[in-house]
Each structure stands twice: as C-alpha cells, then as structure tokens.
C-alpha cells in the first residue's frame, strides 16, 4: 500500500513542486534545482519505500537540531530544562525579542537561540561535539558515507550574523558556557549535513519506534524521551508554523529551510519528504501538502 | 482496566490535591473548596468511569471556547480561518501585545480574544448565541439540566476590564462585527456553563469519535474537523504551558480556570479531570498530573 | 518684527499646505478644508501677533491635555507621578504594547493612557470634570464663548475603540478610579474642544510666563511646575515625533490631530499654529515647517 | 557668582555622594572609589569654575558619544539621517527588541546601536577612527595629554557579548559597513577615554557656542548642527530616564556609566559633573542632583 501511496502523493504535488522561493541566503543553497522532490517512508517492521529524488543529498539544515537534541537527552536531560524552555514560540525562529523578554532562556529547543545552548551542552561532555555528531548520525542512518559539506557550513558563518547576534545575547545571559565562536562553528556545522530522504527516514526510525533502532540492542534514548522529542517536534518543530502543521498533517515533525522536512508516526514509520521551494513561513511547500496527503491517505494523523 | 487505573490515580495525585492557589478573580470562584478532584472517561464503545467529585458540577470557564468553536466551525468554517489564526501564541492568554503586533488577528480560537472572534462568527448565524450554546452542550452531554451561572457571569463581567480591553481592541481592528458589550455578554456567559466532568466527558466525546454522537445520526461535525480540533487543542489548549502539556501528556487538551481539563484520546475516550488549585500557567495542578498518569498507565500519549 | 516674521513664513508654507491627509477617522474632522493655515504668537508683555485663519475656530483634540494636566498639577501634583511616568514612549500614541509591558503605568501624561490617568485624577478632585475644564480653559483665553463641539465628541465615543481598550487595560491594572465610561466621555469631551489660534495662544501663555497669566494676580500653576510642563512637551509633546520636533523646532510643543500645534517660548511667547494637513506621526505638516522657520527667523530656538 | 553656586552645590549633595551602585561589569570601573564628587563650570566668555575632584580623570564611556556623533555630524551629516534615527527610545540603551520592531534602524545616536552606526560612519571617512577621535578631543579640550585607558577597552571587550549582540544585529540587517569586530573595537576604545570634569567642560564648549571654540577660526560644526546635538541630548541622552532628566534639570545633558555627566547650558556654558554612584536607569546619581541644583540656582533651565 505504502509504494502505491507514494506513487500518488508524487503525482498529486507536482503542480506545487518547484513553488516557492527556495533558500537564498547562502549561494550553495541558493544553487539548489527547485524542482527536486523526493519522499521516503522507513516502517518500523523493516520495509523502505522511496519514489522522486529520495537518494539524492540535500542540506539538511535544522532537521539537525533533531539529533544534536537526541544527543543532550540521552547524556544531560537534568541540564537542558533549566536552560530551556519547552513552549511554543510565537515569533519567527530567529528572533531577539522573546529572548530578550524572557531573560535569555530560549522557548524551546528547536528555535535557533535554543538548538545554541543544546549544542552547548553537547559540547560540555564530549570534547569534539561535531565528529561526535557525525558519527551518531552514521551510525542511525547506518551509512558511513554522510558527511558534512564545509562550504555550506561556512557560508552561513559567513552569512551568519543575526545567529552570531542570538548567540552573543545567550552569552550575556550566562547561557551559553563555551565560546560563542566555537558553539556558532559547531552550530553551522552541524547543520551542513548533506542526507538523503532515504538517509534521513532511517536515522530518525528510533523516534517512531520507542527510541530503538533494528541494528542496535541498546536503546538511543529511552521510550519516554523519544515520547518528549515527538511532543516536542509537534508543538515546536515547524518554525511559525507549527500550529498549521499540526492542524493539515497532524504528525510530529521537524523542518529546514533546505526544503526537507522529518515526520513521525509514533509506532510505525518515520516519513521524510523534500523538495526547495519553501513557504512564507520557511517550511518545504510542496513537502508540507506531500505529509498532509500521507496522513489523510494513510489515515496516519494523530487526531 | 479503566477503573482501577482511576483508582491508582486517585490515590497518585491526592499530595497535589489542594496545592496550587484557586482562581480567585471573581468571588464565586475563589469561593470553590481547594480540595476537591473528579475524573470521568468517557469511552467511544460506551463505557463510562469515575471517581472522586466526577458529578460535581463546576465552572467550566475556558473549556466552553471548544463548543463555541465546534458551534462556527460547523456552521461558518470559511469565516474562522480570515480572521483567526490556527498558531499557538507563545504570549499569556489574554495579552494584547500580540494582538498589537499582529494587527487585531488573534492567534488561534483558544485565546480569549480569539474566542470574541469565533463567539462573534457565531452571533452572526444565530439570534440567541447564548441559547444556541447552551442547547448544543445539553444535547452532546444528554443532560437538559446544564445551566449557565448568571452570577458568576454577571461577575466576569464586573471584573472583566481586561477581557473588555481586548474586545475594543479587536473591534478597532474591524475583527468583531458585533458590539463589542454584547460579545463579551455572550462570552462571559458561555464561561459560566457549569458541569460536571461526567457531563463534559460525555460534551467532548465527538472529538474523541470523529465528530459524532452514539446517539444522533448526523456528525456533529466532520471527521477532518474533529482532527482539526484536536492538532488545535494539542498545540493550543492549555495556554502558555501547552508545550509543557504536550511534553507530559501527549494528548490535546482545554483547560479552564475552574480548574477542569478535557483531553482527548482519539478513537477511544474523551477524559475530563477536575481540581481547583492552578499551575501558575492556569491549569489545574493537580488535574495535569492525573492526565500525565493517565497516559502513561494506559499507554494512550499519543507520542 | 513678529508681524514680519508671520508673513514671511506664511508665503513660505504655501507649497506645504494641504499636503498630508486630513485626519479623517471621524467625519466631522474629514470634512475641514486642507487648505486651511493660521498663525498666532501671544507675547509675554501683551501683543498678539496673527495672520491667515488665526481667528477660526478648530477641534483642538491632544491639545487639551496640556489643560486637563495643569488642573491635575495644580490639585494634585503628588498623585500623578504615582501613576504616570514621565519619559518619552517609543511607542505610537496610542500602542498597548507599553502598558502591558509596564504593568499599566503610562509613559507620559501626552500619550493617550496617560491622559486617561491625569483625567481620573481631575475627577477625583471635582463633580463635573467637564464643565470645570471648559471654565479653566475659557478664563486662560479670556474668551467666555469657546464650546465644546458635542457632535465630535460623541463621533469619537463611536470610533472609540481603541481608545475604549486602552481605558479597560488601565482599568484592569488599577490604573482607573472613576468608571472606565465617565473617563472616556470626559476624555473625548476635552478633545472636543474648538478653539482658534488666537484662543489657543492666549490660553496657553502661562506656561511661557512662569505659570502666570496677565488677568490674574494669583498664578495658574508654580514657575517649577510650569517648566515641569515645558519639559514633558519637549520630550513627549509630539507623538512619536517629539525627537524630530526637538531637532527641528527646538521648542517644547503640543500638537493635536485637527492640526493644531501649541509651542513655548518660556519667557517671551506662546505660538500657536493650524494647517490640518498632517506628517505620517499625525502631527500638522505645515505646521511643524512654520514653527520650524520661526524658531529660526527668530533665533527662538532653546538649543 | 559660579563659585559660589558650585560650593552651596558640593554641600548640598554631600549626602548622595557615595548613594547608588558603582558600575561593576567590568573591574576597572568597580574599583573606583564611590564617594568621588566633582564639578567644573566652563563659561562660553573664558572663565573656568571647578569644585571637588573635577580635575580626576574618570572613564567617560558613553559621553564619548557625543564626540563621535560631532565627527560624523561634521563629515557626514546626510550619511547619517538614513542609517540612525532622532526619536527617544522608550527601552533601555542596550535593548535589542526595539532594532528588531523597527529592522535595524536605531532609534537615535545616542543609545549603544546607533553609537555603532555612527561609529561606523567615522571609520568610512578615517583609516584610523581610534586615532582621529583622541586628536580630535585632545583639540577640542586643549589638553594633548588626554588617553584612552586600553585596559578598560579590553575589559569592556571581554564582557561585550551584549554589544557583540547589537552589533552583529546591526550588521544582518545591512547597516553596518565594516567588519563588526573592528567596530566594536573602535567603539570599545573610544568609550575608554580618561578624562576629567574640566577636560569634558572645555571639550563640549563647542556646543554651548553655537559650534566654535575659542582657540579655532574654523567652527567645528554649524550653529544650526549644534543646535541639532543639543536637542538631541535633550530627548536621548540620558538613556531610559531622558524625560525624567528635562523635567528636574531642564538641560540638553549626556551621561556616561563611569559617572560623568555633560550638560549644556546653549549661549552660556558647558557643565560636567561626576560622581561614580548611580540610579537605577545608568546615571550619576549625585550628578543630576547637582545639575538640577545648578538649574535652579542659576536659572540656567531652558524652560
């Protein structure tokens, strides 16, 4: 069913792919063909189904901050909820004026100013928080070959000066405990991570399957963390439009302004879907009707 | 199972029970004994549990914003969305800031001044918006004995600078077509419905039921609008401490001041708990825990 | 020289008059005439100085709160500073965002909220507040016949919205003694007052005269309090253009959205001016260029 | 007569000297001893009044400002009106919520944001600002042995995120042209300057003289351009507490976190005071006593 569910998707969204601005900001982006579309469906039992550009690397931008989070919950739950909040923002994900207004205490950890002090705290127990990221990432994905793409990650340092503003503010709030510059050069590194759909579907399983993955006897993190994350990706993981999401997909879910975009369906499958162009609020437009279209056909919606 | 789940949780939460401070800005309210809790499940198959004070009647306060916008989502769902939004606000429930910042659109139906947007749209298509409500929720909880509290809506009123503050401000914005005293008369009256959480349980049952009743033909409303309700109480249903909820719960919930919660599981139960002592967010201290202990027991978070 | 002076800036303006939109919020402001310009200077030893439509009549709106604030000054000084700040605001004159930020403490008594303020503070002191301003205001102009204009006021009570949620948010802090009604219709009352240039320059020579008027041997306020009030109108006289006004002008001044401006030269004149064209701040086009050129001609300047 | 007015001065405010916290975020400044008092009086005719410790070098901080401003204003006037604004901010000097509202346009050139635009002004005209600023206050003061204290400057860079902050905010929204390290590096230094009451009262004759000092044939800016710094000082000058300063002391004035205060009495005098202890809103604390006792005692108020 799933293959035959995709197959439609594919044909229904095509009028919208290639709509949208696609990410402009740092010319390797900038670059991107607008009419890529690609989604793949990893089922917790094992089966994969893919259709459109799902092999093909992208940028993955903030989905990052889903692992990068993973990694903090896993070694240092206790420090993240006294330097971060867990609420909805209200404001675009980058701005000052919340932070300002709430004593440097980020809402939430998906907003930029929050995934800074994750990293943060990241940093404070392993002593090369990117490598460690990287091999995390493989190793969920179970692909040695992902890497990250340093002219990406320095073009947005280059570019990178209202995130140099939100970590400077962090800063002098005493919420940040390294250097600014090291944490803003973990921070765009991280998020340069070059995946598939296919690479993604499958490093993001262990959030719809109670924190395990197959390869693995170990749990990543335990049930009631990958529980917390999936909240929290509902609540806080689509920018400004998180409200929306929940409202058309119903699923949790984690976008970057790459264009792709990470959904969970607790117990069964983690969905990954991609394609540039991007809506107002920064989201992948045709990505967004390709996950409402996958709850509604699948009847896989949360409400 | 469902009864003695009720019963671990009843002796769980009794510590939290009485801790919290009453809502005490109108005198019937902070009149309400501390120490009361109630819990009723309203299962979809027709089962029905409680304990503790589940036949009470209470305040249902903000709880009543979900009938009213099941009321205009029923009969004028085109009209909600150009003039509310559907995003969680990340500001206190009743601020005008964002409303200021925003241009006079509330953020979504479940803030006070979103509310005076959904409870205008409704005046729009009835005479008596007060009798329409109040015969909507008798017949969803099969009770014709529900009434309105006048005195503690005549209180509302008499303590309601701020609400009348946000009424105005819309109303400058062109966002109420009705005036402004007999939308707020309409609202405060609205809040004022007492209920117990059996009647309320039985009241929200048609979102647990894609949007019908056992016992009418007709959906209340669509399939695709229960699950609309439900992303919108799970991103906004508990005011500025959703996230949180979202976190611990993992169900969609409303709140009210009173002291009572609706959440809902999809597909299998409508749950209301009731205790008046308050998070500093407004929600019922007591009341969360119990519905954190409910999902967790049953296995029902949606995460 | 004076009378030199005023033709010269008369022919200068002319291009400028009837530039900028009328205020058109109520109908009987959106009616007067664009092209309307009057000039008044009122010497502290006597003469009077006018050219254009000096003698007309027109809605002195904001203006008045110069009024109503040297009542409160006068018979209760003490209470004011309790409940009205006394910095600019940043903000436009009439943002809630401030008030709620600052917990109901207006920034000034010139922005709207702090207006409200001073007005409760003069009904405390007397029965009629209304009756009790127009007497003030007819003995400092020496003029037995200027009226309210009663059609303005209640055209303001009926687009009052904004107004009306600033009161209630006043009200809701505490902010309010009298009832949030009788403020408003006080409040639109005074701004309804219609004066002409000349009334206007007359009324307002105490503040350039050490807080005495000619006619009078006991003074209207203290020379303290009456350069108290030529600070605040140079920090806060003009909206959210006072820094502009400052920069320009150099004199501290009032304006009024009918487009009247009231400016001091303590120690020597009042200069009142009228052109209803208005700058997108909502202050007289060409009347902030004819105070401008006067100060210069002049060399009025403070600075 | 001026003497004597500074020695009823030093008396009368004995008791507030030493009230209120010395600035402490950077050492060098919490070292300075907290009962340090002094006054210098420089008359525009030549004669030189000083009292307490007038003749101690302090750190000017952001007095400096006034400087800087001079040289842009004198090199690069329109330059500078499209990149600053002229209005009273209505939030601390160092908030970034009002540059976000408003997308990176500050308010006025007096708070920290506008200092760097105008900052980077200078640097677009000069290879070496550091450099063109002491030559230019050493002239202005007639006293080449004036420094700036580059332990301080370190100081303030090391404990400078929240500047780093406003800075690199400035910088995404395209209005800063330099690099943001060597702005706020000039900035920094430039804020370091020592220099004592009498140093500071001959170094801001200029704008009590309609733009002239005694020792140059060449005004150092324009009357009119005086002017214009004076109004300024007058509506942003003294930080969040500018309406509280015009009312008590009625004097264009710009203070400085060290203490030091800079008022202007326009066609008459400059006058500094310094006292290190401070009010809540940044600014010496004694030192506006002093200045409102100067006001009062020498008419001097502008109003």
Redesign the interface.
């Known amino acids: 069913m799933y293959q035959s569910v995709l197959d439609e998707i594919y044909d229904e969204v095509q009028p919208l792919v290639g709509q949208g601005p696609v990410a402009s900001y740092i010319p390797r982006l900038a670059s991107v063909p607008a009419d890529k579309f690609g989604m793949a469906v990893q089922m917790v039992e094992g089966s994969l189904y893919q259709i459109g550009d799902a092999g093909e690397r992208f940028s993955i931008q903030s989905i990052s901050k889903i692992f990068v989070f993973a990694l903090a919950l896993k070694h240092a739950e206790d420090a993240i909820w006294e330097r971060v ?7 675009p994900f980058n ?7 709430e004593n440097g205490v980020p ?2 950890p998906f907003i930029n100013s929050g995934a800074f002090v994750v990293t943060d705290i990241v940093m404070s127990f392993t002593a090369d928080a990117k490598r460690y990221l990287l091999e995390f990432v493989r190793m969920l994905a179970g692909n040695p070959d992902i890497q990250y793409d340093y002219e990406v990650a320095r073009s947005e340092a280059d570019h990178g ?2 995130n ?6 962090l ?2 709030y005493g919420n940040l405990r390294c250097e ?1 510059a090291s944490v803003l050069d973990a921070y765009f590194t991280h998020c340069s991570l070059a995946m598939s759909c296919v690479d993604l579907a499958r490093a993001s399983l262990f959030l719809a399957n109670g924190g395990r993955i197959p390869q693995h006897d170990d749990p990543i993190i335990s049930p009631e963390q ?3 994350v ?3 990706l ?3 993981g689509t920018y ?5 999401f ?2 058309r997909v ?1 699923l ?1 879910g984690k976008s970057g302004v790459g264009g792709g975009i990470v959904a969970i369906v ?1 117990g069964h499958a983690s969905v990954v879907v991609w394609s540039p162009g991007l809506t107002p609020g920064g989201n992948s437009l045709a990505g967004i009707r390709a996950l409402e279209l996958f709850a509604s056909l699948t009847g896989h ?3």
């Open positions: 909040g867990r609420e909805p923002s209200g404001r701005s000052l004026v919340q932070l300002e207004y809402r939430n000066h209202r140099a503003a939100l970590a400077n503010f800063k002098c600014v990958a529980k917390g999936n909240a929290l509902m609540t806080c400004d439009e998180a409200g929306d929940a409202y119903g949790p607790p919606s949360l409400f």
